[in-house]
């Protein structure tokens, strides 16, 4: 079946810097994909929506300025959480729409920001 | 390794019939499960989770779910479908709490079924 990864599975970094998630397809096409943060013990709150070659579409309340998103090619979409800090940890998960409309989820990445 | 199997990716059903959104799941470990639903253009809404107190776990909107060992199944069911239910559903396995038990680690999701209610 389709699968999206994640890299990093796990980062931990310093407040202040900057941490850089990759989503990707492997085996098929999304021109769509979507960022999602998992808050403890809460549900996924979709934080934007990508499309490729376009602008993100941020939800209402994420920063477009601290969490930039990059949809470059049909099968990289990249998260960039711009100094980063302490309440910025959190699992941030992606998904990825192919082009039959189907979502797969990425194994999610959990940010540690010290 | 975990993984979930959602059986059909589309239920079709008439208002007032019953729900039955079907799960399986494979775990190395005790697992946690669960229920999230979406609507069209929302993220991910927890329906309900199963975290080895009672097999039977009941959710918002009148959702529950059966958490079967034997089977390993957590399938989702409600007795009478509503029109304001029609959407995406997604299963999910979590192998246990995250660092600091503060979350439920690292999700597996099914791919989904999309449920449509007709009149």
């Known amino acids: 079946g389709a699968v999206v990864s994640q890299h990093p599975s796990w980062v931990i970094c310093k407040s202040g810097t900057s941490v850089k998630i990759e989503c990707r397809s492997l085996?098929?096409?999304?021109?769509?994909m979507f960022w999602y943060r998992q808050f403890p013990k809460q549900s996924l709150m979709l934080m934007a929506t990508?499309?490729?070659?376009?602008?993100?579409?941020?939800e209402q309340g994420v920063e477009k300025d601290k969490f930039l998103i990059n949809h470059a090619s049909l099968t990289l979409s990249t998260l960039t959480v711009t100094s980063a800090h302490p309440e910025d940890s959190s699992f941030y998960i992606c998904?990825?729409?192919?082009?039959?409309?189907?979502?797969?989820f990425g194994p999610g990445t959990r940010l540690t920001v010290t | 390794a975990q993984s979930v199997t959602q059986l059909g990716s589309h239920v079709s059903v008439s208002e007032g019939a019953l729900v039955l959104l079907r799960c399986n799941y494979s775990?190395?470990?005790?697992?946690?499960l669960f229920w999230y639903v979406q609507y069209p253009n929302q993220g991910l809404q927890l329906l309900l989770k199963y975290t080895s107190a009672a097999t039977l776990v009941k959710g918002i909107n009148g959702f529950e779910a059966e958490f079967k060992k034997s089977e390993t199944s957590f399938h989702l069911t409600k007795p009478s479908a509503h029109m304001s239910d029609a959407a995406e559903y997604f299963c999910?396995?979590?192998?246990?709490?995250?660092?600091?038990?503060?979350?439920?680690?690292?999700?597996?999701f099914g791919q989904g079924t999309i449920l449509t209610v007709h009149p």
């Open positions: 999910a396995v979590s192998e246990g709490l995250g660092a600091g038990g503060t979350s439920y680690g690292k999700l597996t």
């Open positions: 998904s990825a729409r192919d082009q039959q409309g189907a979502k797969y």
């Open positions: 085996d098929f096409q999304a021109t769509t």
């Open positions: 990508s499309n490729e070659g376009s602008k993100a579409t941020y």
């Open positions: 775990s190395s470990v005790p697992p946690y």
